[in-house]
């Protein structure tokens, strides 16, 4: 099948800068920029570009880095000049760990700015990673250099990046950086022809965009000290470098990938400086190159640009390809992110408001073992296998640090006293523990793990003499629903843990159950008495199951005999036959770049079942195959309805036996030529088709997909639909309005220079067999149909969000000694606007309270907390303090500008 029209989502919009009067056309080749007789000062920074871990683990490049770092100690830098490494901080930690001793001697250099590094912690893929995660990553970066008692340059340096989103504007501004370098993304035909704009995030915030050459961040690598050849580099690099300096300056990176500083850099130097005379060549620093640049460009005209930069087609390889590599990681790393932004922050944050227990330390440690992950080459998956099982570990690292502390967060805002419920088991009067992880009461569904005793479980030589006490267990019920239905149940052990016992162990029935409950508070806790049996009230718009398939009135959903699903939703009157549909297609490329062929396997419906039949969850089982030859791929589809819900989960599990295909579900949506809204950065952003030259399909074709963070919606007159993900990061929106979302992503090299779609390598040449993915796979999506887009729609879509991805959850505490009443937390209000962050600042004397307001009109907003606040103040990201906030009791009211972030600090 022939494939579709070109997608991205780069493009973006010219805006005229205020006070001009010429006209900038959209081929912009023509803009006033640096005439070509006019000198221009070359700033020569030494850097090193430091892929942490890429096509050799971390731990051989530290080796490299180790060598390069005690060189620089050494032999510093001259006066005026410095060395970069690469803006993160990360790379200084990984040096310390070996050299510990050396730390003064790093911290001089850093002092005086012979070696700069920062403000980045880790030099992370700025479009997989939420904006929290980017938020955390500077505030972790500057927090190290602070401790080294240095300031990073003044630059938001992003020189590899494959590509960045919309709002980097806002991210650079919200911690005083006026400056953006980058270099993937930006140069193609589109955008105008100078190195040098403004760029507008959506919120309207701007920071000045320097980009680097068209050739990269190596073009100044091992620089001649030889007089002819000097002039014969100069004259390589003149057109690029001197014809686009807009502002007079130019950032001439003298290095490249792993490089240590070039031997004879003083001899190069010099050369250069008289090959390119009249131009000002000199040795320098990114710190001096940005104080130039800032200082000319706040005196110049400059065109302005705003939207996503994914678009250096036909300049520089954008590598739009990598969203659905190893997309089992990125799925992971999404949901860990949403763990540790709104399902432990929070609470870390409202326990050491009300209890006073500040676990500050540990939630950094937490975000330290996931931001180890987000490298581009990382979390993009561009890396060897061995890099990819480390990425493993660390999730798994930043998982049950998250975990463990929202569990401990929780405890102390019930008032649990482990130590005396170990000492007190005749006293233990179990509850289930229900917590509400978004900014809004809710009430109605609940997904609960409850555990009932069944056996006690002796373990060691010292274990209390006597017989093992065992009991007959039973699905507990709980006081106070409405109603409580089984979902599955297994036996397992279960430790009651305290600070000064060891663990009692215990076999328990364990079930997970779907239950009807009153409204728990917004950002609170409700706890629930278990008792012999729940009892059963009237539910609005239960889920049932029968012979048409599931509803709830609704939404209905039904599964022919072909595997063929329909969907009705009443509200809108609207019915979609066929609504599921499977692509699957051979894919050749490599670990950057899809290359996708023809159909490979054969798909096969296997039946339904159905598995729930309500009256809080309704849901059907279905089972496919895909197979041709001796490969396969089974999968299992759950549809699932809940009680007085207006969307429906799609659930999916798996095991790939193939290899070099690309799996995807597509949802059919109806709306044909759709405009397309998805969940990025600091709220959605609108992509449209690109359309290249033939010349510049030819250097790079970019795929037909996009970048995924939670959501995709399209709209086609009063219609809309949402599709969401737990975490999977590739989606493709069509003309036909089918939004399909990739699953599965199986190759084997991480480059190839034989593929059409890129010719040539984007990296080393490596065989890595485990990226072909084999064996499990999940995901949990959903749709919702809705009517057009309007503020009030687009508040919807991100409430529903959170029901989807964030649903009232708990689980059993066998060792209570008291039920708590409700805990109230902290509420938002505001049409369109999305809760961003509740946490503690950095230095642990304020509370931040965060949201953006995703819709393009000025809202009205207020937080309200359990507590009266007695200070407030309007602050940056970076958690600078601004303005001072009147607050009402425990009210803060506030206005949100089109698109703002707003951060409040609060005690």
Known sequence: M????????????????????????????????????????????????????????????????????????????????????????????????????????????LARGALEAGPWYVLADELIPGAEALVRNLLLGRQMLSRLGAAAPPVLYCPDSFGHPAALPTLAAGFGLQLIVLSRGFGGSRWPSDDAVRWAAPSGEEAYLYHLSRKGYDIGENLPADANAARERWASMRDDLV????????????????????????????????????????????????????????????????????????????????????????????????????????????????????????????????????????????????????????????????VGLRGDALLDLIGHNADAARESRDRWKPMAVVRNPAARPRGGVALLRLTAFASDVKVGANASPGPVETVKATVPGLGGVGALQLLGKVMAHERTEAPRHYPDDDIVLACDV??????????????????????????????????????NGIVTVSVDDDGHVRIAHAPSDRTLDDCLVWDNRTDIGDLYTPSIRDDKLVARFRGSTVLHKGPVRAAIEMRWSFAAGRERVDATVTLIVDANASFVRVHLSGDNGASDHRLRLGFTTGLKQPRVFADAMFGPVQRERLTLTPAEAAFETPPATDPLHRYVSVFSGNAGATVYSDGLGEYEADEKGVVYVTLVRSVSELSRNDLPERPGHAGWPTHTPEAQCHGPFAAELALLLHGARTDAMVDEIERTADDVLLPLTGTSLRSALSRPEPILGVMLYGTGLACSTVTTSQDGKWTVLRCVNLTEAAQQGAWTLDTMVSEARLARLDETSLDTLEAIGNRLEFAAPPRAVITILIR
């Not at 090193?48 to 770092?69: I, K, S």
């Not at 240590?260 to 000002?280: E, I, V």
């Open 243 to 402: 014809t686009r300096a807009r502002l007079g300056v130019v950032l001439l990176p003298n290095g490249a990938d792993h490089h240590a500083r070039q031997t004879n850099l003083d001899s190069a130097l010099a050369a250069l400086h008289d090959a390119a005379l009249p131009h000002d060549t000199r040795g320098s620093s990114l710190h001096a190159f940005a104080r130039d640049a800032i200082a000319r460009a706040a005196t110049r005209a400059l065109p302005t640009v705003q939207g996503e930069l994914r678009d250096s087609y036909g300049s520089m390889w954008t590598l739009q390809g990598t969203f659905a590599t190893r997309a089992h990681q990125k799925r992971r790393n999404a949901r860990i992110e949403r763990l540790l932004t709104r399902d432990t922050e929070p609470w870390l944050a409202l326990a050491y408001r009300s209890r006073g227990v500040n676990r500050g330390a540990l939630l950094r440690a937490a975000w330290r073992s996931l931001l180890l992950c987000h490298p581009h080459d990382t979390v993009c998956g561009c890396s060897t296998d061995e890099v990819a099982r480390a990425m493993d570990a660390r999730l798994d690292e930043a998982d049950t640090q998250g």
């Open 2 to 109: 022939a494939r579709g029209p070109i997608r991205c989502g780069g493009g973006g919009r010219l805006k005229i800068p205020r006070g001009r009067e010429d006209t900038v056309n959209h081929d912009t080749r023509a803009n006033a920029k640096q005439a070509d007789d006019e000198p221009v000062t070359v700033h020569v920074v030494s850097h090193t570009h430091w892929d942490r871990e890429w096509y050799l683990p971390a731990v051989r490049f530290r080796q490299m880095l180790v060598a390069l770092v005690d060189e620089l100690i050494d032999d510093p830098p001259a006066a005026g000049s410095s060395f970069l490494l690469d803006a993160q901080l990360s790379v200084i930690e990984d040096y310390l760990a070996v050299k510990p001793e050396r730390e003064f001697a790093l911290r001089e250099l």
């Open 514 to 551: 779907a239950a009807w409950i009153p409204e728990v508070p917004a950002y609170g806790v409700r706890c629930f008495p278990h008792q012999s049996r729940s009892r059963r009230e009237l539910l609005p718009n239960p889920a049932r199951a029968d012979a048409g398939g599931i509803s």
